[in-house]
């Protein structure tokens, strides 16, 4: 989002969900992103271009919002909200990344697929907020620096989101769940001095 708003103004949240709505209601008319212009988005939001760009930078940044908040809806149905770091809500997330890699991978139009790098990195971004969340929140002997959190929410969301989009772009010889479980086993080694082991 620009800068030169306030995300938490309730007015700034509704001309985004406006924006993120007319840019919806276009993708499912046209079925093609590609030709979906800026100005047809905020004609359809009953905004201007202007308002348009306090928001996004460009169509892409929308795109990449868009689909952010598609994993966010489709994650609030797997982990409840007051979900923490432990080996299962940690499972949930890891298969919850595999499951949206290949299924955008498979029901993605061909005209679409060119943004799917955008929907690989959102996932990624999103993934990567949810463990900072959880590590700052983990109980530790000695707190680690807010540096040191972030860079180890980076490097977790990076082993967790690799291997799924690998997986995701070939032949699958192996379920998403063994995948996951996999998956699992590397984090957990690597996290075991913060996260529950039952």
């Known amino acids: 989002m620009s800068r030169t708003v306030n995300e938490n103004d309730p007015r700034v949240q509704r001309t985004r969900q406006l924006l993120l709505q007319a840019f919806i209601g276009l993708v499912q008319e046209k079925q093609n992103i590609h030709t979906i212009s800026i100005q047809e988005i905020a004609t359809r939001a009953t905004v201007n271009r202007a308002t348009f760009y306090a928001h996004f930078e460009d169509k892409y940044a929308l795109v990449e919002s868009w689909m952010r908040e598609k994993f966010q809806r489709m994650l609030v149905h797997r982990l409840p909200a007051s979900s923490t770091l432990q080996q ?45 969340r959880w590590l700052q929140q983990a109980p530790a002997k000695l707190p680690p620096s807010e540096e040191t959190l972030e860079t180890m929410a980076q490097v977790m969301s990076w082993a967790i989101f690799g291997p799924a989009a690998q997986w995701s772009r070939e032949e699958q010889n192996c379920s998403a769940e063994e995948m996951a479980q996999r998956v699992l086993t590397i984090v957990i080694a690597g996290l075991s001095p913060v996260v529950t082991v039952p």
């Open 88 to 132: 299962s809500t940690l499972h949930t997330l890891i298969l919850a990344v595999f499951d949206s890699l290949a299924f955008g991978r498979r029901y993605a139009r061909p005209s679409n697929r060119q943004f799917f790098p955008l929907f690989e990195r959102a996932i990624q971004q999103e993934l990567s907020d949810i463990l900072l």
